[in-house]
């Protein structure tokens, strides 16, 4: 494909920035004879500023990220990143197996307390309420204390949680459970944060790419295992399997390095300290202020860019009512295929098209990378952020097609053959797919250091979202109307699908617009230009999102 073809690109090349004799003279300026740091080496820093920088390192002079570059995890070897990115793929596959094998075992919950069964499924609807707000509560800790000790407390408790719901004397334990469980789930914000640990926003797609397909496989593979042990094991083994997986997962993840690059900055510089060179990081420097308006401030981070960032606002709502589109749909399943006979290990079997669909849609965003990589080499600044949504906007509409098509071949023998919605809930998975991938990638890209708060809203929207649907599908597809009973609710996702897919082409079209609104976006994208370097801001000693609009209040 042409450079100038329909891929966004910008008018005019932006030169890459400050070179090597820039950074000597920024250097230099920065270490004058008094041994204090300088102003960054900006030159156009206000005055009154550049006297709170010096008054706040007094004689200690700061190290900064460009400094110490190969210590970060940017440099990492390329063997070391997909290391810690396999690990974190298990990792991923775990939370999100928790949140969906629950599912399989609603009749046993059901048969062993006394209960409804659409009474057994507020354990999955409280999982996955308190999931969204476990994601946004979790992703601030992992950029102020490092990702590994959150990531590995957050593990730790999951599992301590399974314990007593596998030895529940009454449903009500579950219930309390489940919620703590959902609490204590970092998510995928952490994991995604760890991406802009490692990766620069360049050249961070294919890492994205694989991160999110782990995080859709749990959910499915959950499922297609969930049919044996329903039919061959008792309720209790639904908990005691989600233990021994996320007890595998947290023991492996023990073995990874921290990547949080504010963490690092602060360990190379106490060991230079130790060989006589005193630097200190931002965070020494500013120092750590353990106190109750510093926590509530922290935790508000997520949830203050959810709400002033239309960046992060318009792309989680977007993903997160594509997600309730598609668990609402995957409910319609046991109805459907019970049409043609299909068992508990049939109907869970009938998942494996949704993985599939899933892995095509992982594969056919390579090639776009790779071509976004070619261009970048040519021209650093030649495309626009929102190329990354271009192949969104072809594979979209797959999503209003398959809930289409599912629909109206759900109608059961003699009418159709079961392989017929197995093949349009192919597609859908390519659409749900394709949409998580776009806009995580869009995000992550736009905040960096900060891309774990700024994920954890679109967790926020897409697990909130998934978790009312958990009560209302079933219902919805056992009492819609009187006629085509299962057609009709699959025909109602399919045109609520071409609503929710309309503003992916608003955004692509006005995303300037709307990067222009998202102040801290902005901030981010200015310190990078600014301080000629490839390496973003890790954020350390420098206000956060949430201390820039608090400032405003």
Request: aromatic share 14%; glycine share 8%.
């Amino acid at each position: 494909m042409s450079q100038h073809g329909d891929i966004p690109f910008r008018g005019t090349a932006v030169p890459d920035g400050v070179g090597t004799e820039d950074l000597e003279k920024q250097k230099t300026e920065e270490q004058g004879a008094d041994g204090t740091a300088g102003d960054h080496g900006h030159p156009h820093h206000h005055p009154g500023h550049h006297q709170e920088h010096k008054d706040r390192h007094d004689e200690r002079r700061e190290l900064h990220e460009w400094e110490c570059y190969d210590k970060l995890g940017y440099s990492f070897s390329w063997g070391k990143k997909w290391t810690i990115l396999s690990v974190i793929f298990l990792v991923q596959v775990s939370m999100n197996w928790n949140a969906s094998f629950y599912a399989s075992g609603v009749d046993l919950y059901a048969s062993h307390f006394g209960i409804s069964a659409q009474a057994a499924r507020v354990g999955q609807m409280i999982f996955l309420i308190a999931y969204a707000f476990g994601s946004e509560f979790w992703a601030p800790w992992s950029e102020e204390f490092g990702r590994w000790p959150i990531l590995q407390l957050s593990l730790f408790l999951v599992n301590i949680w399974q314990l007593p719901c596998a030895l529940a004397p009454n449903f009500g334990t579950i219930i309390v459970c489940r919620m703590l469980g959902g609490l204590s789930s970092a998510g995928g914000s952490v994991t995604l944060g760890m991406i802009a640990d490692m990766w620069e926003p360049d050249s961070q797609q294919y890492a994205v790419a694989f991160i999110v397909l782990s995080s859709v496989a749990g959910s499915v593979i959950a499922p297609i295992v969930g049919g044996f042990v329903t039919t061959f094991l008792d309720w209790h083994w639904n908990f005691w399997l989600q233990l021994i997986l996320g007890g595998f997962a947290q023991a492996v993840h023990f073995w990874v390095p921290e990547t949080r690059c504010s963490i690092l900055v602060t360990r190379e510089a106490r060991r230079r300290r130790k060989k006589g060179d005193m630097v200190w990081s931002a965070d020494e420097l500013k120092g750590r202020r353990i106190n109750m308006s510093h926590l509530i401030k922290v935790w508000l981070r997520p949830f203050l860019m959810f709400i002033r960032e239309p960046i992060v606002l318009c792309l989680s709502l977007l993903s997160g009512f594509s997600d309730a589109l598609i668990f609402t749909f995957l409910q319609s399943y046991t109805p459907v295929y019970k049409q043609w006979g299909f068992k508990t290990i049939e109907i869970g079997l009938a998942f494996i098209p949704i993985l599939v669909g899933y892995i095509i849609a992982y594969f056919t965003f390579l090639p776009w990378i790779y071509h976004h990589d070619r261009v970048r080499e040519r021209d650093p600044d030649g495309l626009q952020p929102e190329a990354r949504l271009y192949w969104l906007l072809y594979v979209a509409p797959l999503l209003s097609i398959g809930l289409f098509g599912f629909a109206w071949t759900s109608l059961g023998p003699p009418h159709t053959h079961w392989i017929a919605p197995m093949i349009f809930s192919t597609l859908i998975a390519i659409a749900n797919y394709s949409i998580y991938m776009a806009t995580i990638d869009y995000m992550v890209a736009s905040y960096g250091p900060y891309a774990a708060s700024a994920t954890g809203g679109n967790a926020l929207a897409r697990d909130f979202l998934a978790g009312v649907a958990a009560m209302y599908s079933v219902p919805m597809y056992q009492n819609f109307g009187h006629s085509a009973t299962l057609e009709w609710p699959s025909t109602l996702l399919g045109f609520l699908a071409v609503i929710f897919t309309i503003p992916i082409y608003v955004f692509y079209w006005n995303g300037p617009k709307i990067r222009e609104h998202s102040k801290f976006a902005q901030t981010l994208a200015s310190d990078r230009k600014k301080a000629g370097r490839r390496v973003s801001s890790c954020g350390s000693g420098q206000p956060g999102p949430e201390e820039t609009y608090l400032a405003e209040v």
